[in-house]
């Protein structure tokens, strides 16, 4: 099981004393949020990608390769990388090179973003977003599969005898998720090529995810992976934690009573019902996130969110100390003994190599049977 948090890096007022920190103070604060996760033992850290304001990551793989360089545990990671509006080919490139820098600590997550000006900020058509979704990966797969590529499709110029470079390392792509809101058709993709996939689960009602991540179990056992159990699936989630509750809950009000997201809507206690966002005590976030396993069943990768609506920087360190002190240790036991021995564990560079040498070991043996 990992966990990490994620960051959508919005560029939001405090709403307790009206100061906006500038983008420059928003970006080095990431890198420090990042660092600081790394320091309290959680496994990843995941960026958005975003090419409008309130939000600062429009480059990922800059950011996430000078954490690279400070960090040696933690795993890199994308909340979203753009296979709309991102190019597949500067998509291999950049992450395979990224995935050389942090020596293997690196996987990303695919999604269609929020934005709907995006598309024709790039040259795309909303209208075409899942079709867009669906070719770009198909591309992206064999690019870093394929040393030479011969390709055409609809939306982008063909390639003959193209390579990709850098090659993935040690032979193998960074490990995959797709990540949705909303989309079976994401669902599907997920499924049918065997890769992970991250249900956002931070605004929806908990049964809207579960008929999305149920529907992505039944597909990777209908196409070969593995029994439904067994497909990987990740969550989001968020948490405002203090060691006593009402601090807590009394302290985040006015950041989520003023969130550009979901400020001046369903109230704190409405939102908190009806959403996994937790507000409280550490063994109250320990109690809602044991909830997640028992409505999605055994999972691997639980990321919050932590760092938005305009906190500061100095409380979202303070949250990743109670998080990694108090609720991660609690989480991680609890989880793994709870999951099945034939329940895999979360993919990483390691097992997707050791896989992949057995896999050519096999290969070789049943040919020269053969022979």
């Known amino acids: ?88 080919v500067k998509i291999a490139e950049d992450f395979a090179m990224l995935q050389h820098l942090a020596d293997g600590r690196v996987d990303l997550m695919m999604g269609r ?15 075409q977003g899942i079709p867009l979704a669906i070719e770009n990966y198909a591309l992206l797969r064999r690019l870093w599969r394929e040393d030479v590529v011969d390709w055409s499709g609809k939306f982008r110029t063909p390639l003959q005898g193209f390579t990709s470079t850098p090659r993935p390392l040690d032979g193998v792509p960074p490990f995959v998720w797709h990540g949705s809101i909303r989309s079976p058709e994401i669902a599907e993709q997920a499924a049918y090529y065997g890769d992970g996939f991250f249900a956002n689960h931070i605004f929806w009602p908990t049964s809207h995810f579960q008929q999305l991540i149920a529907f992505y179990r039944q597909r990777f056992e209908h196409y070969g992976h593995g029994s439904a159990d067994q497909a990987i699936v990740g969550l989001g989630g968020q948490a405002f934690i203090r060691p006593k509750s009402q601090d807590a809950w009394n302290e985040f009000r006015p950041y989520f009573d003023n969130a550009p997201v979901y400020g001046h809507g369903p109230s704190l206690e409405e939102f908190t019902e009806q959403t996994p966002l937790t507000v409280g005590s550490p063994q109250e976030v320990i109690d809602k996130t044991l909830t997640f396993r028992e409505h999605f069943g055994d999972y691997q990768r639980q990321l919050f969110l932590m760092d938005h609506a305009g906190l500061p920087l100095k409380t979202v360190l303070e949250q990743l100390d109670l998080l990694g002190e108090h609720v991660i240790p609690v989480l991680r036991k609890e989880l793994d003994a709870m999951r099945p021995a034939h329940v895999p564990d979360a993919p990483t560079h390691a097992s997707l190599k050791a896989a992949s040498l057995k896999a050519a070991s096999s290969e070789a043996a049943s040919l020269e049977a053969t022979v």
């Not at 973003?113 to 209208?127: A, L």
């Open 1 to 88: 099981m990992q966990f990490g948090i994620f960051t959508v890096g919005d560029v939001t007022t405090d709403p307790t004393n009206g100061t906006t920190p500038t983008e420059h103070e928003r970006i080095k604060a990431m890198v420090r949020i990042a660092l600081k996760a790394e320091e309290v033992g959680l496994d990843v850290f995941a960026t958005g990608e975003h090419h409008n304001p309130p939000f600062v990551p429009s480059s990922p793989t800059t950011m996430l390769g000078h954490i690279a360089a400070q960090t040696s545990r933690l795993i890199l990671s994308t909340s979203t990388t753009l296979i709309t509006t991102n190019d597949p």
């Open 113 to 127: 973003g929020n934005t709907g000006p995006v598309y024709p900020w790039f040259g795309q058509d909303i209208r």
